[in-house]
């Protein structure tokens, strides 16, 4: 019997679009106060996921937009869908299941038929897209505004968390993404929870876990940034952690503090600096970064170590237009 020849590891097909953008990939922008741009009502305990039921092709449009304005990855309307959510509405176990891999089938059609009409062209603008499938935190789904707070109550143990994520990250997994995002994590608890469900499920996507802040120094629940990526850095399901959901203003502090605990890419998606009223559901206006701001920082960002950048709420496919040109400009 011969030696067996050692295969190389394939890159995965993030690595594989970060070689092709440079060592830098845009993520889309806004996604729920997109549909709300085009009229959607979403002041609803679901929010977007709610347009999975009433407009469908609402979502596919949006994914369209962020593409055509340079988008890498889009993230699905999955953030607020969840089968607690969707079953209190009346739906049965099937009709949510089925709702959950619609989000990623959207994105996936919206992704397939974008590149399907600009591969080849002259110019060589884009890159194939990837979906990524949007976990909302706990405190997307409970609607009260605590993926700001981190706090979640005494009563909310790893494993109800776990338990929690456990069948979505299932049905979207079989959904067939490219990636998971995990998006507005507010404390550690809920950071490992994650980390051991990726473990637990035999995950063979790659992930990133991003939180929010309201400080810019800490996570919500006020523990240390550092404490949370020592949890994730044991991984080796989750290839990039960063930042999103959090006023622009934040992002180059946590850029460099980040960089000093962790190895992993760092991912960054701000959003315009509005501030969520998680009570009256609606955003406070603050210091905003307009378009040209995001452009202007999408470089700076890049350059101090941030590997996937985009937006979050608020922010729109110019400020994904401005992020790209960005960092496109950068590589040519
Ligand atoms: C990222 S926040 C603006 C999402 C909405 C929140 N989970 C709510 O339902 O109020
Ligand atoms: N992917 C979600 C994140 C909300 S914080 C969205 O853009 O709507
Ligand atoms: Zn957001």
Redesign the pocket.
Known sequence: MGLEKEVPPQPTLLEDLLAKAGGCAVIDGGF?TQLETHGASIND?L?SALCLIKDPDLIKKVHLEYLEAGADIIVTSS??ATLPGFLSRGLSVEEAESLLKKSVRLAVEARDEFWDTVKGSPGDEYNRGLVAASI?SY???????S??SGWYGEDVTLEKLKDFHRRRLQVLVEAGPDLLAFE?IPNKLEAQACVELLEEEEIGIPSWICFSSVDGQNAPSGESFKDCLDVINKSSRVPAVGIN?APPQFVENLISKFQEWTQKLIVVYPNSGEV?D?RA?R?LPSACFGDDKFELCAKRWHKLGASLIGG??RTTPATVTGISKALKERSS
């Open positions: 729920a305990p929010w953030y607020q909302g405190g997307a789904y409970l609607a009260d505004g993926e700001y507005t959901c969520w998680g559901k955003w979050c709420c």
